[in-house]
């Protein structure tokens, strides 16, 4: 943007238009001038776009010598650069806030925020007892997050409550030679119209003071626009006066205290698609939704990539936006296709990267290999070969500088900066070497989803003191957390090694992770996991092995997915397997999943009859985690066939099975099993109509799977309870329970989150509708 009274009558700013013009008589691209000048690609892109007007004269002379110009050629360039000087022009990047700006679209809950500082600090609410101090703004994240544009609309929407002045500063942090405290400060004031002799009359050493006192008499607004980090920072922010300073800045500008922090990351969904728009007519914008939609997420929803596709819609107005979508859609060219003219994605992470020590350039690219969308600390220490405690510190200077987001413990890159990573990694690092990184990490993760998921399987627990992984994996909880917080990163590692025919450690993952598959139920990935280690075990050769996993895939497709036929095809195979290896333990657990699979086909006679074989050849075999779980088992047939006296007698015949052999039993297990239990229960006291009774089994079962941290089966619960509570006309009791469940998240249940939601539904519809009844007519809930 610029000042007005620095752009010609025809709208366009003189110097740019001549710089532009030479730039392409010369054939060369920004980029090319850039390296020819050693001027950066965003100051030459400023200048040519008109946000600055004209450059310092040192700056002029080498655009000069980038173009090759001397002697007479150069004098069109050096003309236009006087001519630009105009009454209180600077030649640092300050001038006032441009009066008119694109059309501005979302970032509506940040744009609130610097709105109410505003109005907090013109009415006098922002007071430290000493007078008045200006509050500090600081807008911070990602190259192409309009950090700009935010803070520029921003300041034009504060212009009222602060009429003195609204000045912005191109702090130019990026280029190679930022100008100092003391040449801002000059151009401040000169742009707050402070007269050139008082200045000379107060000399170099006194602008500070000045420049102080200048502000604190005003009502302003100061942008410091593109700021490199705090030292840069600091010397400008005043210390009194009644104003807002709004600094811009791809670092996060952590030292800086008593400031309010924005950090910017990409658009929403509806906010990217809505900016898409305004390049396009209404007819068409509405026709091709769908299109744009695509279009937004191939963006990353990132601002600046969207104003690029934004301009190749509106440069190729005859074209379906679908033609865009399908020039995007592939990876490898998406970087490319995002540019317009001159201006490109991949330049504005150029400039950060750039800034970079080697070591954060190198981890940088690295993080390009992880498969998942995240990684932690330690994931980036063993595919960086570092200690985990420099990993951290280079994890956080990428953090700093914007180039990588960060969510409590983990570390993520935006999608298109991946890509750039990729791009840079494929350019600067071996093939080896990237290998190398790539095995460390998958080996890492596999070793840790070992350790990490016996914490839930019978006799192992708590991993071992030598066990050193960089991990804390010191209770079930945390292993839990590890697990789901690394789920994609190690199922790909699982992937890889699947089909590097590495089928010992697929089995041995998978073995792993057979207990812990039942506080994770709803992840959608058991069913490939334990058909994968299947045929792993068949390529070994291991019957009993494959009879195993044959009976882990069984249950996932009934448990997870609900496809009884197919449970039923692979608990078949598995039986057929464990008679022929004569193996007890796996025939009876084939004979559980069949179970099962019958009991949900409504088939209850045969699912009674499987189970008491399971019984007969768990107690033959000693297996107690067998015996029990056929107990459970036998209790949820009985309850579901119309035998609920019978199923209750199986259930406590189950609780006190517990009683005399838990302490035989994993603590985490024992949970699982008194859980289902207490809502099996519940189901058969439902059936009898004691519905208090109920009510309160449904309650244990709740408390038992939170404990337990199976987050899937206390939504199953919760749901149920609720469900009965509505019957009883509960109906409070009963809102708050499918809010909880809503609330859960997305380890939840799917089906019976939606369930939740169509009751909250209904119940706000009754609701609605009894407040636009006589009283006389309400019906009572």
């Known amino acids: 943007m610029v000042a007005e009274e620095s752009v010609k009558a025809g709208g366009e700013p003189e110097f740019g238009s001549t710089l532009r013009r030479l730039r392409l008589e010369a054939s060369l691209t920004i980029e090319g001038l850039a390296e020819a000048s050693g001027v950066s690609v965003r100051a030459i892109g400023d200048l040519e776009r008109g946000r600055r007007v004209v450059p310092r004269?040192?700056?002029?002379?080498?655009?000069?010598?980038?173009?090759?110009?001397?002697?007479?050629?150069?004098?069109?360039?050096?003309?236009?650069?006087?001519?630009?000087?105009?009454?209180?022009?600077?030649?640092?990047?300050?001038?006032?806030?441009?009066?008119?700006?694109?059309e501005f679209v979302g970032r509506e809950r940040e744009l609130a925020r610097l709105v109410q500082l505003a109005e907090e600090m013109s009415s006098g609410q922002v007071t430290d007892g000493l007078g008045a101090q200006p509050v500090i703004a600081a807008v911070s994240g990602l190259p192409g997050a309009g950090k700009t544009t935010l803070a520029l609309h921003a300041a034009r929407r504060m212009a009222d409550h602060f009429p003195d002045d609204q000045v912005v500063v191109d702090m130019q942090g990026l280029n190679a030679e930022a100008p100092h405290a003391?040449?801002?400060?000059t151009g401040v004031l000169r742009a707050l119209r402070v007269p050139d002799?008082?200045?000379?009359?107060?000399?170099?050493?006194?602008?500070?003071?000045?420049?102080?006192?200048?502000?604190?008499?005003?009502?302003?607004?100061?942008?410091?626009?593109?700021?490199?980090?705090?030292?840069?920072?600091?010397?400008?922010?005043?210390?009194?006066?009644?104003?807002?300073?709004?600094?811009?800045?791809?670092?996060?500008?952590?030292?800086?205290?008593?400031?309010?922090?924005?950090?910017?990351?990409?658009?929403?969904?509806?906010?990217?698609?809505?900016?898409?728009?305004?390049?396009?007519?209404?007819?068409?914008?509405?026709?091709?939704?769908?299109?744009?939609?695509?279009?937004?997420?191939?963006?990353?929803?990132?601002?600046?990539?969207?104003?690029?596709?934004?301009?190749?819609?509106?440069?190729?107005r005859t074209w379906p936006v679908r033609r865009l979508a399908e020039r995007l859609a592939p990876v490898d060219g998406r970087l490319q296709v995002l540019a317009a003219g001159d201006t490109r994605v991949s330049t504005a992470?150029?400039?950060?990267?750039?800034?970079?020590?080697?070591?954060?350039?190198?981890?940088?690219?690295?993080?390009?290999?992880?498969?998942?969308?995240?990684?932690?600390?330690?994931?980036?220490?063993?595919?960086?070969?570092?200690?985990?405690?420099?990993?951290?510190?280079?994890?956080?200077?990428?953090?700093?500088?914007?180039?990588?987001?960060?969510?409590?413990?983990?570390?993520?890159?935006?999608?298109l900066l991946r890509l750039y990573a990729g791009k840079r990694l494929q350019a600067e690092e071996a093939p080896g070497d990237i290998e190398y990184a790539r095995t460390a990490l998958c080996e890492w993760l596999l070793r840790t989803t070992v350790v990490a998921g016996r914490w839930f399987e019978p006799g192992y627990g708590a991993p071992s003191s030598t066990s050193r992984e960089d991990v804390d994996l010191s209770s079930a909880e945390k292993a839990r957390e590890w697990l789901q917080a690394e789920g994609?990163?190690?199922?790909?590692?699982?992937?890889?090694?699947?089909?590097?025919?590495?089928?010992?450690?697929?089995?041995?993952?998978?073995?792993?992770?057979?207990?812990?598959?039942?506080?994770?139920?709803?992840?959608?990935?058991?069913?490939?996991?334990?058909?994968?280690?299947?045929?792993?075990?068949?390529?070994?050769?291991?019957?009993?092995?494959?009879?195993?996993?044959?009976?882990?895939?069984?249950?996932?497709?009934?448990?997870?997915?609900?496809?009884?036929?197919?449970?039923?095809?692979?608990?078949?195979?598995?039986?057929?397997?464990?008679?022929?290896?004569?193996?007890?333990?796996?025939?009876?657990?084939?004979?559980?999943?069949?179970?099962?699979?019958?009991?949900?086909?409504?088939e209850y006679a045969i699912a009674v009859d499987q189970l008491s074989l399971?019984?007969?050849?768990?107690?033959?075999?000693?297996?107690?985690?067998?015996?029990?779980?056929?107990?459970?088992?036998?209790?949820?047939?009985?309850?579901?066939?119309?035998?609920?006296?019978?199923?209750?007698?199986?259930?406590?015949?189950?609780?006190?099975?517990?009683?005399?052999?838990?302490?035989?039993?994993?603590?985490?297990?024992?949970?699982?099993?008194?859980?289902?239990?207490?809502?099996?229960?519940?189901?058969?006291?439902?059936?009898?109509?004691?519905?208090?009774?109920?009510?309160?089994?449904?309650?244990?079962?709740?408390?038992?799977?939170?404990?337990?941290?199976?987050?899937?089966?206390?939504?199953?619960?919760?749901?149920?309870m609720g469900r009965i509570l509505l019957d009883v006309g509960r109906t409070a009791e009963a809102r708050e329970l499918f809010a909880r469940v809503v609330s859960l998240g997305p380890y939840a249940d799917p089906q019976v989150v939606r369930e939740a939601t169509a009751h909250l539904g209904s119940i706000g519809a009754v609701d609605a509708e009894r407040e636009h009844l006589p009283a006389e007519q309400s019906v009572p809930l």
């Open 57 to 102: 004269p040192r700056t002029l002379a080498a655009l000069a010598g980038g173009l090759g110009l001397s002697g007479p050629d150069s004098r069109p360039l050096f003309a236009a650069a006087r001519e630009g000087r105009v009454d209180g022009y600077t030649p640092i990047g300050v001038q006032a806030v441009p009066r008119r700006m694109p």
């Open 182 to 185: 003391a040449e801002l400060m």
């Open 197 to 316: 002799k008082e200045l000379v009359r107060v000399g170099a050493q006194g602008h500070i003071e000045l420049y102080r006192q200048t502000l604190a008499e005003r009502r302003f607004v100061l942008v410091l626009d593109n700021a490199r980090d705090e030292a840069q920072v600091r010397p400008l922010l005043p210390s009194s006066g009644t104003g807002i300073v709004v600094v811009t800045s791809r670092r996060m500008l952590t030292d800086l205290e008593g400031v309010h922090r924005l950090p910017l990351d990409g658009f929403e969904p509806g906010e990217a698609t809505a900016l898409l728009s305004t390049f396009l007519d209404e007819e068409r914008a509405s026709t091709e939704a769908g299109e744009l939609e695509k279009v937004a997420q191939y963006c990353g929803y990132l601002p600046l990539a969207l104003r690029l596709a934004g301009s190749w819609l509106a440069a190729h």
């Open 349 to 415: 992470f150029d400039l950060s990267y750039r800034q970079l020590t080697a070591e954060a350039a190198r981890l940088f690219r690295l993080l390009a290999v992880t498969p998942g969308p995240d990684v932690s600390s330690a994931g980036a220490a063993r595919l960086s070969g570092q200690h985990l405690f420099d990993a951290e510190d280079i994890l956080e200077e990428l953090v700093e500088t914007g180039l990588l987001g960060v969510a409590g413990d983990r570390y993520r890159l935006h999608d």
């Open 488 to 602: 994609a990163n190690w199922l790909a590692a699982f992937r890889g090694a699947a089909k590097a025919g590495d089928h010992a450690v697929v089995v041995e993952v998978a073995e792993s992770l057979h207990w812990f598959s039942d506080q994770w139920i709803f992840w959608g990935h058991w069913p490939e996991i334990f058909a994968t280690a299947a045929s792993s075990a068949k390529a070994l050769g291991n019957a009993v092995q494959q009879a195993t996993q044959l009976n882990y895939s069984a249950w996932a497709r009934l448990t997870c997915e609900g496809r009884c036929r197919d449970s039923l095809v692979h608990s078949a195979q598995a039986l057929a397997l464990a008679e022929r290896a004569g193996d007890v333990s796996q025939q009876a657990w084939a004979y559980v999943y069949q179970a099962g699979a019958h009991r949900m086909l409504g």
């Open 614 to 720: 399971a019984s007969h050849l768990f107690a033959e075999d000693g297996d107690i985690q067998g015996s029990l779980t056929t107990l459970n088992s036998m209790g949820q047939a009985l309850s579901v066939s119309g035998r609920a006296e019978e199923s209750l007698r199986a259930f406590q015949d189950a609780l006190a099975f517990i009683d005399v052999e838990g302490d035989r039993l994993e603590e985490n297990s024992v949970l699982a099993y008194l859980a289902g239990i207490h809502g099996g229960m519940a189901v058969a006291f439902e059936e009898l109509g004691r519905k208090g009774e109920a009510i309160s089994s449904l309650r244990k079962s709740v408390d038992l799977s939170r404990k337990n941290g199976n987050t899937g089966l206390e939504s199953r619960h919760l749901t149920s």
